[in-house]
């Protein structure tokens, strides 16, 4: 029997701090042997479709394996499932909407890598996006640290609110107001560039996440220390490909920092960036426990079989 995981299943059986410490044991393990499957073709239209593949984690019984389609003028402008299926028999032990978990898993994997690279002192957090993933970003680092004050923008200000910040009317104006800044947005050229950064700053850049997008000017990134979650992935298509940037420009990756491989920060007052992708693990990670939680609840299941 496979479980059916809506949205609203998804966000009722998130723990945050469970999966926070998957996510940190999953940057911890060793490197895999083979590059993560990250299949992306463009659709006739405005579309584009993604395929992650395979999700493993250590210790963990079963794979993920996510197909994704994406319309920016959509709403969700993310659609797909992930399958959960047991890593001995193959058998499909869930569905879940692929919009939630990709926003959980995301916003959370980069609530952990913002807080291990931004500044210790840092007590100002701005956001420039405020739309769903955002708002996991925001509930992540309010779990990890203590923040003085929260300062946002969105086309739509009013967004702004559902983070409980400030609404400031441009990312030039969070940059300035914040010590830790986080975009999350659909833009297709530079939001900040060199000339909004100041030493010790740190910068989380995740709308740039396929060919085409951008948040961070080159001359930032070129300034900046800049930490990834896979150099390849990223040079090919995040925030380093999108500035014409190869894998060399990044310092390292986050499981590097977490297993002790490269330090948080280089004791410079350079600024620094965390430019992740999104690998195929971080479903798992945020869907297995959620697939145990919500099964333990008399959830709704269909025998794909029968």
């Known amino acids: 029997m496979t479980v059916l995981l809506t949205r609203s299943d998804v966000t009722r059986a998130v723990d945050v701090d469970e999966v926070l410490e998957l996510l940190d044991a999953g940057f911890r393990a060793p490197a895999p042997p083979q590059p993560p499957l990250r299949a992306r073709t463009d659709l006739p239209g405005p579309g584009t479709a993604t395929c992650l593949m395979p999700g493993l984690l250590p210790g963990v019984p079963a794979y993920t394996v996510k197909v994704n389609a994406k319309f920016p003028d959509a709403d969700p402008a993310l659609r797909g499932v992930?399958?959960?299926?047991?890593?001995?028999?193959?058998?499909?032990?869930?569905?879940?909407?692929?919009?939630?978990?990709?926003?959980?898993?995301?916003?959370?994997?980069?609530?952990?890598?913002?807080?291990?690279?931004?500044?210790?002192?840092?007590?100002?957090?701005?956001?420039?996006?405020?739309?769903?993933?955002?708002?996991?970003?925001?509930?992540?680092?309010?779990?990890?640290?203590?923040?003085?004050?929260?300062?946002?923008?969105?086309?739509?200000?009013?967004?702004?609110?559902?983070?409980d910040a400030l609404p400031l009317e441009s990312a030039a104006a969070v940059a300035l107001a914040a010590d830790v800044v986080v975009l999350a947005t659909w833009s297709r050229r530079p939001l900040l560039n060199a000339f909004d950064a100041r030493p010790r700053q740190h910068?989380?850049?995740?709308?740039?996440?396929?060919?085409?997008?951008?948040?961070?000017?080159?001359?930032?990134?070129?300034?900046?220390?800049?930490?990834?979650?896979?150099?390849?992935?990223?040079?090919?298509?995040?925030?380093?490909?999108?500035?014409?940037?190869?894998?060399?420009?990044?310092?390292?990756?986050?499981?590097?920092?977490?297993?002790?491989?490269l330090p948080a920060r280089d004791g410079t007052d350079?600024?620094?960036?965390?430019?992740?992708?999104?690998?195929?693990?971080?479903?798992?990670?945020?869907?297995?426990?959620?697939?145990?939680?919500?099964?333990?609840?008399?959830?709704?299941?269909?025998?794909?079989?029968?």
């Not at 779990?143 to 200000?157: A, F, I, K, M, S």
């Not at 990834?228 to 499981?255: H, I, N, Y």
């Open 82 to 163: 992930v399958c959960l299926h047991d890593l001995r028999t193959g058998e499909l032990l869930a569905l879940a909407d692929s919009a939630s978990v990709t926003a959980w898993r995301t916003g959370l994997a980069a609530a952990l890598g913002t807080h291990l690279l931004a500044d210790p002192g840092a007590v100002t957090l701005g956001f420039v996006g405020a739309g769903a993933q955002a708002r996991v970003v925001a509930a992540g680092l309010r779990r990890l640290r203590p923040w003085r004050e929260v300062v946002g923008t969105d086309l739509d200000l009013t967004r702004v609110r559902t983070l």
């Open 270 to 306: 350079r600024p620094t960036v965390y430019a992740p992708v999104g690998l195929p693990w971080q479903d798992l990670a945020l869907l297995w426990p959620v697939y145990r939680r919500a099964s333990d609840a008399e959830p709704t299941v269909i025998d794909l079989l029968g």
């Open 203 to 261: 910068f989380t850049t995740l709308g740039a996440d396929e060919p085409g997008k951008i948040e961070l000017a080159p001359e930032l990134l070129r300034a900046a220390r800049v930490v990834v979650d896979d150099r390849e992935l990223a040079a090919a298509a995040s925030a380093l490909g999108s500035a014409g940037l190869a894998a060399d420009a990044a310092a390292g990756t986050l499981g590097e920092v977490l297993r002790g491989e």
